[in-house]
């Protein structure tokens, strides 16, 4: 008798990676876990379980739609261009979000905006079931939103406990992001897996012959964030209480000083104009490969099973962020920014010449790796030079140049080879400037406490 996990396995090159990806990336998790030699005070237990249990399935509900966004529209019919449209209308409408949900937050409640990240993704997944391009446009608005608000808002609710309620210590708030930033990789290799399953599980249909609404296949993952994010809200209604911001009417009045003081130090320091360089390089090329991984990994003898490839991509990123930890000890975060630059250009190198499908996945997983091991190193750089007073306008000026390189790479007529040339080309300028960095940075020793946490 055959044994079907065997079977399950040996499918493809993709199922074959499973097993041993796991082996590596719980190795290295394990050797850079984060731990505290503290006692825990009395609380603090019961305190991460309501702040994570909630947010493991609020995050979920974002990792589950991850892999088949591109495959859903492409199976509806739609021009790469046209997807290019919707992928830029998301990233759009998260930055200007981004631009006012903390203060909004801050005065109207943290539990509030947690709540509508739930309602705003659920109108964003309905949308998926329509071939309308209005609709889906509609629907990566609300999803861009709600993307803002799930990576600032919940943790803005999670230190104002930490800090002001329950007034824990400093050292307990590293360990917590730590376990939050283990957790969240841990939640989205399993979310690629469970959509695979939902999407293998139902054919792809429109609901009736000239219907435009469609379902199984590519659609289900978002059913299934749908359920997620429903019991998220009735979680967050029922166990979370509210907190709000600091009332400062002096804030609205300051802002542009704080512009001009951030201004004056993005041109009297060169290290600013290195760092946004870096940025725009670095982060841009990641945006661009999300975008085209898909198309790239397209084949009719070996179909792309998305969730898999998502699962496996999650736990390259993971080991690199592992790896980045580790490797702190011998090594400062920007020397660890210049390899991963240098391995992050090889690797768009080697997907953009090879003929072989498997060498170009291999590629994907390194580059992966490499984002995995970027944000941590590039989180310590931020926090060591950026003045606190200004710290938010000098984070939204990296990200002017950032917005540039990604409208530009996505909104041309190009094809995915050629936009994987341009970014290896732009990761090589992220490495001179990440040498041209070092070269007038005091030398910094990294002191990653939250070894997996992203800024």
Not at 87 to 97: D, I, N, P, Q, Y
Not at 257 to 265: D, G, H, I, V, Y
Not at 305 to 314: E, H, K, S, W, Y
């Given at each position: 008798m055959t044994n079907?996990?065997?079977?399950?396995?040996?499918?493809?090159?993709?199922?074959?990676?499973?097993?041993?990806?796991?082996?590596?990336?719980?190795?290295?998790?394990?050797?850079?876990?984060?731990?505290?030699?503290?006692?825990?005070?009395?609380?603090?237990?019961?305190?991460?379980?309501?702040?994570?249990?909630?947010?493991?399935?609020c995050v979920a509900a974002d990792w589950l739609q991850g892999p088949y966004v591109y495959a859903l529209y492409s199976a509806y019919g739609f021009s790469s261009h046209e997807i290019a449209e919707l992928?830029?209308?998301?990233?759009?409408?998260?930055?200007?979000?981004s631009c006012f949900v903390g203060s909004v937050a801050d005065r109207f409640g943290r539990k509030k905006c947690c709540m509508a990240y739930c309602v705003l993704y659920i109108i964003s997944c309905m949308t998926k079931h329509y071939k309308n391009y209005w609709i889906l446009m509609l629907g990566r608005l609300t999803g861009g939103f709600a993307t803002a608000l799930l990576f600032s808002c919940f943790e803005c609710w999670m230190v104002s406990e930490?800090?002001?309620r329950h007034a824990f210590s400093q050292d307990l708030l590293s360990y917590l992001f730590g376990i939050k930033f283990t957790v969240m990789y841990c939640v989205a290799i399993l979310a690629g897996l469970l959509a695979q399953a939902g999407a293998?599980?139902?054919?792809?249909?429109?609901?009736?012959?000239?219907?435009?609404?469609?379902?199984?296949?590519?659609?289900?993952?978002?059913?299934?964030?749908?359920?997620?994010?429903?019991?998220?809200?009735?979680?967050?209604?029922?166990?979370?209480?509210?907190n709000y911001g600091d009332s400062d009417r002096e804030n609205s009045e300051n802002a542009f000083?704080?512009?001009?003081?951030?201004?004056?130090?993005f041109f009297a320091d060169k290290r600013f104009l290195c760092l946004s360089v870096l940025v725009a390089c670095f982060e841009g090329s990641m945006y661009a490969f999300v975008f085209n991984w898909?198309?790239?990994?397209?084949?009719?003898?070996?179909?792309?099973?998305?969730?898999?490839?998502?699962?496996?991509?999650?736990?390259?990123?993971?080991?690199?962020?592992?790896?980045?930890?580790?490797?702190?000890?011998?090594?400062?975060?920007?020397?660890?920014?210049?390899?991963?630059?240098?391995?992050?250009?090889i690797s768009f190198v080697i997907a953009s010449t090879t003929t072989s499908l498997q060498?170009?996945?291999?590629?994907?997983?390194?580059?992966?790796?490499?984002?995995?091991?970027?944000?941590?190193?590039?989180?310590?750089?931020?926090?060591?030079?950026?003045?606190?007073?200004?710290?938010?306008?000098?984070?939204?000026?990296?990200?002017?140049?950032?917005?540039?390189?990604?409208?530009?790479?996505?909104?041309?007529?190009?094809?995915?080879?050629?936009?994987?040339?341009?970014?290896?080309?732009?990761?090589?300028?992220?490495?001179?400037?990440?040498?041209?960095?070092?070269?007038?940075?005091?030398?910094?020793?990294?002191?990653e406490s939250t070894p997996l946490k992203q800024v």
């Open positions: 079907p996990m065997a079977g399950y396995f040996s499918q493809t090159f993709y199922h074959k990676s499973i097993l041993p990806m796991l082996a590596v990336t719980a190795a290295l998790s394990f050797m850079a876990r984060p731990s505290t030699k503290l006692e825990l005070p009395m609380g603090f237990a019961k305190f991460r379980l309501v702040y994570l249990g909630v947010w493991t399935i992928f830029v209308a998301g990233f759009g409408a998260a930055l200007l979000c930490h800090t002001v293998d599980m139902f054919s792809f249909k429109s609901y009736s012959e000239g219907s435009t609404f469609h379902t199984g296949g590519a659609t289900v993952p978002f059913d299934i964030s749908i359920v997620f994010l429903i019991v998220g809200l009735v979680l967050i209604s029922l166990i979370w209480e509210e000083n704080s512009l001009r003081e951030t201004a004056r130090l898909t198309p790239a990994l397209a084949s009719e003898e070996v179909p792309p099973p998305f969730g898999i490839i998502f699962a496996l991509f999650m736990m390259a990123c993971m080991s690199g962020a592992s790896a980045s930890t580790l490797a702190s000890e011998r090594w400062n975060s920007q020397q660890r920014l210049m390899g991963t630059c240098i391995l992050s250009s060498a170009c996945f291999a590629a994907f997983l390194l580059f992966e790796f490499c984002v995995g091991a970027y944000f941590p190193s590039i989180g310590v750089v931020k926090s060591e030079i950026v003045p606190e007073a200004v710290r938010g306008t000098m984070y939204n000026i990296f990200r002017a140049p950032l917005n540039a390189v990604v409208v530009g790479l996505l909104l041309s007529h190009i094809s995915w080879m050629t936009c994987f040339h341009i970014c290896a080309g732009l990761l090589a300028a992220a490495f001179l400037a990440t040498w041209t960095f070092q070269a007038r940075a005091p030398q910094m020793v990294a002191t």
